[in-house]
């Protein structure tokens, strides 16, 4: 698998400056996950973060790196009560 480019690093990495000083900030869904790089870093750094994709082979990409990952429609999100995303109903 390729490196990232570096501009999407910097990004990355500027998004992660952003969250840290948010005192709330402990979750992140990704929306369209692929295979679960972004996602993985997230998680590496103390984040709780769930993955959707349309595609189910993207999404079991996502689980062999220990992600919880969902195939699912942003346009119809519905995680399961016992999910550890918040549901609100």
Do not use: I, Y
């Not at 790089?37 to 993955?51: I, L």
């Amino acid at each position: 698998m390729r490196p990232p480019p570096a501009w999407e690093t910097a990004e990355r990495d500027n998004f992660l400056t952003r969250l840290q000083q948010e005192q709330e900030a402990t979750s992140l869904l990704e929306v369209g996950a692929a295979t679960g790089s972004d996602a993985a870093f997230f998680k590496a750094h103390g984040f709780d973060v769930v993955c959707v994709d349309l595609s189910s082979r993207m999404v079991e990409r996502c689980r062999t790196r220990g992600l919880v990952a969902h195939v699912m429609d942003v346009a119809a999100l519905a995680f399961p009560r016992t999910s550890s995303v918040p549901c609100t109903p």
